[in-house]
């Protein structure tokens, strides 16, 4: 609950807030794979896997901490309302290869 400030001025524990009437900082993110399959024989198949996080190394900002008991701290992970810059995870390339019989 809310509070009981709320509860009787409102006439609601959640206040007169509308849903979805704050937004946080978007995400752009874009991942990508490519993959190819290969018949070595008739019965042995391989599969070539190349998959990139994180493709355009696009920066990104945290989202809002919205606890109250952080308030006050100032560490970089927290304290209430400071997005900080978040580099969405470096760009990350993953190559696999499986060979299915």
């Known amino acids: 609950m809310n509070a009981p400030y709320a509860n009787s001025v409102y006439n609601t524990p959640w206040g007169n807030a509308g849903r979805n009437t704050?937004?946080?900082?978007?995400?752009?993110?874009?991942?990508?794979q490519v993959s190819k399959d290969?018949?070595?024989?008739?019965?042995?198949?391989?599969?070539?896997?190349?998959?990139?996080l994180n493709v355009f190394n696009h920066p990104n900002y945290t989202s809002v901490d919205p606890y109250l008991d952080d308030a006050g701290l100032t560490?970089?992970?927290?304290?209430?309302?400071?997005?900080?810059?978040?580099?969405?995870?470096?760009r990350t390339i993953k190559f696999g290869l499986k060979?299915?019989?």
Not at 22 to 32: I, K, M, Q, Y
């Open 75 to 90: 560490q970089e992970t927290t304290g209430f309302g400071i997005p900080s810059l978040w580099d969405g995870g470096a």
């Open 38 to 52: 290969t018949n070595v024989t008739e019965r042995v198949k391989t599969r070539f896997d190349a998959s990139f």
């Open 22 to 32: 704050l937004r946080d900082s978007d995400t752009n993110l874009a991942n990508f």
């Open 99 to 101: 060979v299915m019989f």
